[in-house]
């Protein structure tokens, strides 16, 4: 490791901080519980968020007031806001903190009929159904659409729910190289009859599934591509649209209306209401049969508690103000500015030298570290300088590819990004991560 370290010698410290992080989570993988929380920045406890959720982020250690780079509040909705709160209190008042009853019996409430109807219309589908846990959307799902006898090809990067999901499911899985459409379609050939087009065969069903914006690459899905593909094979699609809804698209409406692409040409619309609509649950979109389908066998549907009243309120005035219908502009605004936020630090990170991952117009920017033993050193620098930016290692990407992933708001001012900045390419020196630096100009 000596080559990368440049005599920092926290540096080394953290690499052992790292493995003893490790340690913890191996030794709690065997116990099956937490047994200590290791000592690295996001592992601390927040003790309060500030009201505009972005800006400082209180800890109860030495730390007090930080800029959040590592928050999923894409368009700042988790926050005190002038629509949504109010009327998440109100719905807190006429119903209450939970439904304390599975959907089919007592748990559905004028405002869960109302999210599904508004859901399905904001993303382009005849129908939705909603589920209390953005994970469990993925991991429930798929065993009930998908079993012995049917192939799921997923993303070789796809999120952990949907990795669950599959295996769940008794289906076969293969996996295809990172959004690389013609893999996919290689894998297709493969595992149908005759390796012939427009055949399932033998399969029972085929189910391809990618997600819009992957959330540690930070990388649009190359889904015209994908969808050209399956329906030349006859292979469903399920799209996971964590982190690309409500957060691209001129009307926030994700990849489909980022890249152009017909709603109605993709089968299976997952997303969550965890990101940018500052709430909580996932949401499964699709045709009527398929929706009542879901609503009649999903046991996450029938034996789960239902989503929140004030979770489901948040969600239907946060699309409202998306959409405009809180007669305001502050929609458009908001979805203007992560564009605008998210293509100026982008832009600004690589000007400097940093090896930034992920597409234009994505909020979110993994900037590569490698070595692990960079983790804890960028990460506590960053935030002695009170920049909060999470930091992500194996398991969640390969060992070697560990990262710090800025998640950029339309709620962060140009003062707090450009501060922002200077600490980023203050700490990327010290820690020797700025893999382009600019050539100096010639005299
Ligand atoms: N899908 C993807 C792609 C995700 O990144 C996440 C979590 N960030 C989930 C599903 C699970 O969502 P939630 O955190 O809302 O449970």
Redesign the pocket.
Known sequence: TSNNLQGYAPICLGLEDFYIRRLYLRIQDCFGRPIASAPDAWFDVVERYSNDNNKTLKRTANMSRCLNLGS?NYLGFAAADEYCTPRAIESLNRFSPSTCSSRVDGGTTILHNELEECVARFVGKPAAIVFG??????SAILPVLVGKGSLIISDSL??N??VNGARGSGATIRVFQHNTPSHLEEVLREQIADGQPRTHRPWKKIVVIV?GI??MEGELCKLPEIIAICKKYKAYTYL?E??SIGAVGKTGRGVCELLGVDPADVDIM?G????SFGS???YIAGSKELIQYLKYTCPAHLYATSISPPAAQQIISSIKVILGQDGSNRGAQKLAQIRENSNFFRSELIKMGFEVLGDNDSPVMPIMLYNPAKIPAFSRECLKQNVAVVTVAFPATPLLLARARICISASHTKEDLIKALEVISRVGDLVGIKYFPAEPEKQ
Do not use: W
């Not at 846990?133 to 993925?138: D, E, F, L, S, W």
């Not at 969550?272 to 990101?275: N, Q, V």
């Open positions: 999923y846990m953005g994970y469990v959307t993925n796809n999120h729910s949907i997600e992957y959330s996971d964590a982190h997952m969550t209401f965890t990101k909580c649950g996932g």
